[in-house]
C-alpha cells in the first residue's frame, strides 16, 4: 500500500503569497494517478487537480500541479481569501487508494 | 449534473452492522470506466477510503478494513450500499460517497470527482 506523506502539516501565510504544498510517496505512482482536493470546514472535499497537474472543471488557473514518481506538488500562486482550507493529496496504486494526512492553509 | 447523497442511521451501537445507502443521479453505474466509493473522515482528522465498486460490479476494498465491509450496488434504483460490521466507536467519522472516474488504466484517471454531502455516524452505547 502507498503512503502519501503532505508537508508541511500547517502553512500559514497572507493573502496574496503563494503557496507550495508537498505530497511524497512511499512508492511510485503510476500514470498520474494522484489528485489533490481542497476541502472546507463542513463541506465535502473538492476535487482540484487529476493526473497530477490537470486542474478540474471551474478550478482557477491559480491552482496548479505538478511532479511524478514519489514527489508532487500543489502551487497556488496567490492565495485568495477562499483559498484557505485543508488540501489533501490521493493517489490509486495496487488496486488501492490512499490520501495523504492533509496540509492545512491558514491565515497569517 | 451529478449528484449524490448519503443516507442511514446517525447513531450506532458498538458491535452492530452499519448499513449506508448512496442514491446518485445523472450518471449511471452500467458505464464502463466509473465507480462509486465510500470515504470516511473521524472528526477533526485526515480522509480514509474504504471501498469502491465498479460498473462491472469489479470491488476494491481498503486492506486494513476488507473484513468488515461489503458492498453492493443497484442500478435500477441508482443506489450503492455499504455494510460494515462490529462497528466500533473509532468508527465515528462522517462517511461520504463519491463518483469515481477510472477503471479502465487510463493515465491520469482514477480520481474522484463528485462527492456526496456527507453523513456522520456515530458509534456511542
Known amino acids: 500500500e502507498i503512503v502519501l506523506t503532505q508537508s508541511p502539516g500547517t502553512l500559514s501565510l497572507s493573502p496574496g503569497e503563494r503557496a507550495t504544498l508537498s505530497c511524497r510517496a512511499s512508492q511510485s505512482v503510476s500514470n498520474s494517478w494522484l489528485a489533490w482536493y481542497q476541502q472546507k470546514p463542513g463541506q465535502a472535499p473538492r476535487l482540484l487537480i487529476y493526473g497530477a497537474s490537470s486542474r478540474a472543471t471551474g478550478i482557477p488557473d491559480r491552482f496548479s500541479g505538478s511532479g511524478s514518481g514519489t514527489d508532487f506538488t500543489l502551487t497556488i500562486s496567490r492565495l485568495e481569501p477562499e483559498d484557505f482550507a485543508v488540501y489533501y493529496c490521493q493517489q490509486y496504486g495496487s488496486l488501492v487508494f490512499t490520501f495523504g494526512g492533509g496540509t492545512k492553509v491558514e491565515i497569517k | 449534473q451529478i449528484t449524490l447523497k448519503e443516507s442511514g442511521p446517525t447513531l450506532v451501537k458498538p458491535t452492530q452492522t452499519l448499513t449506508l445507502t448512496c442514491t446518485f443521479s445523472g450518471f449511471s453505474l452500467t458505464t464502463s470506466g466509473v465507480g462509486v466509493g465510500w470515504i470516511r473522515q473521524p472528526p477533526g482528522k485526515a480522509l480514509e477510503w474504504l471501498i469502491l465498486i465498479y460498473w462491472d460490479d469489479d470491488k476494491r476494498y481498503s486492506p486494513s478494513l476488507k473484513s468488515r465491509l461489503t458492498i453492493t450496488k443497484d442500478t435500477s434504483k441508482n443506489q450503492v450500499v455499504l455494510t460494515m460490521t462490529n462497528m466500533d466507536p473509532v468508527d465515528t467519522a462522517t462517511y461520504y460517497c463519491?463518483?469515481?472516474?477510472?477503471?479502465?488504466?487510463?493515465?491520469?484517471?482514477?480520481?474522484?470527482?463528485?462527492w456526496g454531502q456527507g453523513t456522520l455516524v456515530t458509534v456511542s452505547s
Open positions: 463519491a463518483h469515481l472516474k477510472g477503471g479502465l488504466a487510463v493515465a491520469g484517471e482514477y480520481y474522484f470527482d463528485y
